[in-house]
Nanobody, 124 residues
Framework: QVQLVESGGGLVQAGGSLRLSCTAS????????SGWFRQNAGKERRFVAA????????YYADSVKGRFTISRENAKNTVYLQMSSLKPEDTAVYYC?????????????????WGQGTQVTVSS
């Protein structure tokens, strides 16, 4: 069992930056693929970024490519999402996820564990 806890969300002006962190329990986190998704009220959860278990491979949604960076420190059981040049349309609840499957995974059904979410609000 893996438990995920996100942190780092908040209110930021357009053009600003935030770094989200996702810390996992369990000693085998380094074997899990990870990803970030976001969701607005009444809408489906959407893919943002994914990273392989080793951190070598990453993949991004087109809407965040060039602005967001996903990374991980397996020694700290932590995955990060560095968000820059934020736009009001980036406003959402951001969720961290972990999967037993290998690779970079882009759909919610690929993932086995989820955090509770952290709110990111970008003001114009």
């Amino acid at each position: 069992q893996v438990q995920l806890v996100e942190s780092g969300g908040g209110l930021v002006q357009a053009g600003g930056s935030l770094r989200l962190s996702c810390t996992a329990s369990g000693r085998t986190f380094s074997s899990y693929s990870s990803g970030w998704f976001r969701q607005n009220a009444g809408k489906e959860r959407r893919f943002v970024a994914a990273i392989s278990s080793t951190g070598v491979t990453t993949y991004y949604a087109d809407s965040v490519k060039g602005r967001f960076t996903i990374s991980r420190e397996n020694a700290k059981n932590t995955v990060y999402l560095q968000m820059s040049s934020l736009k009001p349309e980036d406003t959402a609840v951001y969720y961290c996820a972990a999967a037993r499957r290998r690779g970079v995974l882009t759909t919610p059904d690929d993932y086995d564990y989820w955090g509770q979410g952290t709110q990111v609000t970008v003001s114009s």
